[in-house]
């Protein structure tokens, strides 16, 4: 059974004037709901009339609009998330006071979602890794502030809303840092005679009401919330409050792996060295903190390799491989050892055309020009020269060739020049 105090029960009368639904409040911001109520503000939805935007509005109550503390608080709270930044943080996107009826309020980013309170008290326990999913993301929000010397001192389960990111995926955000100090820059509010903070989440140094706390007191606070999620019940719980401070102060938690034994051991030492009694043997910062958890969590599962070839034996590959069509096709190897002395026998024919190519012969324009054109003959050896000194005797018809032997040679010239063509192929420039 978990062991929690009941919810608050928000008995507030409705909202009636400035902040009642369709109403305008401070000339900006168009009312929608209220999301929660308290003693300190309200928390209303609300619509910029100037941008759309969805915004959720935190106004201080009208009667303690005149308490100095309160009004530093809101200027804390603002000026805190304004200097963490941090996605896992909600975001302040402005501040001011209206001017009618000087109310003072903050404009923070509209979440869809729970709180983590609400979500513990459907479900009892948390696995580990399922745990982890929600803190791991708030404690590097924690560590991301204490590096910029913001103590947030109210972590508890309604301070980590769990709101809904654009992909329906949950994101963790911490809220609320109205208690928040500042240890670098800033006041350090405190009411004289008031211990500040939520009592079962508090460290004991928070709770004895000491000055100089550091990071460790969140760390305490965190370490509770981890104890809860795991076992689903408080590691000090009482209804008396005096009670309460005094498990805080005094006693040990019972074993987080007794209560819960499907929790690791190794688990469960790191959460119980955070709810250390003295702060020096717990963590000294959030970042070692989650370091440890993340230590004791199993590695992720390895990729699942992809499948190696398996060799089989000769019989076994005959029965499981099935028997495959004769290809056609010369195997491959041969193919290539082929394609060498293929591609020579085409070539050869175009390489010897190429080496018995004569010269190229002068074009034979007609038939007397090639006439006119050829060699002299030789005389023949038979007839004598005429002498140089003397005119020869005149030729006679016999020695003179007609027209149609000149007509059969010029034929014969032209048919063996067509026929060199056509022996020269594609390599003849004709």
Request: charged share 25%.
């Amino acid at each position: 059974m978990t062991l929690r105090p009941p919810p608050p029960v928000d008995d507030d009368p409705p909202d009636v004037g400035d902040f009642a639904p369709g109403a305008v409040f401070s000339e900006r911001f168009r009312v929608v709901r209220r999301l929660a109520g308290g003693g300190v503000g309200n928390v209303y939805e609300a619509v910029n009339v100037w941008t759309t935007r969805r915004v959720a509005l935190k106004v201080l109550r009208p009667e303690r609009a005149d308490n100095a503390v309160l009004i530093r608080r809101f200027q804390i709270e603002a000026e805190a998330a304004t200097r963490v930044a941090h996605p896992n943080v909600v975001a302040v996107i402005d501040m001011g006071r209206d001017l009618r009826t000087g109310v003072l309020y903050l404009v923070q980013e509209y979440l869809e979602g729970r709180d983590l309170y609400d979500a513990m008290t459907q479900r009892s326990r948390y696995a580990p890794a399922e745990a982890m999913a929600i803190m791991a993301p708030v404690m590097r929000a924690l560590q991301a502030a204490h590096e910029k010397a913001v103590l947030h001192r109210d972590l508890k389960p309604e301070n980590i809303f769990l709101a809904q990111g654009p992909g329906g995926e949950v994101v963790p955000k911490v809220i609320d840092f109205g208690l928040a100090r500042m240890l670098v820059g800033s006041l350090r509010v405190t009411e004289m005679g008031v211990v500040n903070g939520t009592p079962a989440y508090m460290s004991p140094e928070q709770a004895c009401g000491e000055a100089d706390l550091d990071a460790r007191t969140d760390v305490w606070s965190a370490g509770v919330i981890w104890y809860e999620l795991l076992s689903g019940r408080q590691p000090f719980y009482n209804e008396s409050l005096k009670a309460l401070f005094q498990s805080i102060l005094h006693e040990e938690p019972a074993a987080l792996d007794q209560v819960s034994p499907e929790v690791p051991a190794a688990l469960a030492r790191v959460v119980h060295r955070a709810l250390a009694k003295e702060r020096e043997r717990r963590f000294d910062s959030m970042a070692r903190f989650l370091d440890a958890l993340e230590a004791t969590l199993p590695a992720p599962a390895p990729a699942k390799p992809a499948p190696r070839a398996v060799r089989l034996e000769p019989e076994v590959a005959a029965r499981v491989t099935p028997a495959r069509a004769p290809s056609s096709r010369p195997p491959r190897p041969a193919l290539r050892l082929a394609a060498p002395l293929i591609g020579a026998l085409l070539l050869a024919p175009l390489v010897w055309a190429a080496a018995r190519r004569p010269s190229d012969p002068a074009p034979i324009a007609s038939p007397r020009a090639a006439s006119l054109l050829a060699p002299p003959r030789a005389p023949d050896a038979a007839t004598p020269a005429p002498d140089a000194a003397t005119d020869g005797p005149a030729a006679t018809p016999t020695d003179v060739p007609d027209a149609d032997e000149r007509r059969d040679e010029t034929r014969a010239a032209h048919d063996g020049a067509r026929s060199r063509r056509r022996s020269r192929g594609a390599l003849s420039p004709w």
